[in-house]
């Protein structure tokens, strides 16, 4: 799959979209835990041109992900989003690697999404 092999003391997430939409598609997310400790963060993207597809509680752009786990979000594009693009990004990084130890977190990947018209 291509993943570089983690630094040690550095957990790693990696983000992949599905790259592209129409307005009124959808866009998939997939954030990948590649580290050995679990993750924590939340997702970030422009909410004029994107918003969540699906019911959820809580908080929906919330996320923890276990050691080597993976989450997908789903986004549906706005109307106004053709001819545009975004970045989808993660914010609020932390690790629950235990006993208190900080680890910092290194994002690999595109979070690049581009609209297109119908």
Not at 48 to 68: H, M, R, S, Y
């Amino acid at each position: 799959d291509g993943a570089a092999a983690p630094q040690p003391g550095v957990a790693v997430l990696e983000i992949t979209t599905s790259g592209q939409a129409a307005v009124g598609e959808t866009v998939s997310v997939t954030l990948q835990n590649r580290s050995t400790v679990g993750l924590q963060g939340q997702l970030q993207f422009d909410a004029e041109l994107l918003q969540f597809a699906g019911a959820a509680e809580g908080d929906p752009l919330a996320f923890a992900l276990e050691p080597l786990g993976q989450k997908v979000f789903v986004l549906r594009a706005r109307p106004g989003a053709a001819g545009k693009s975004t970045q989808v990004s993660v914010e609020g990084l932390g690790t629950s690697a235990g006993a208190g130890a900080a680890m910092a977190v290194k994002v690999e990947g595109d979070g690049n999404v581009t609209f297109v018209a119908r």
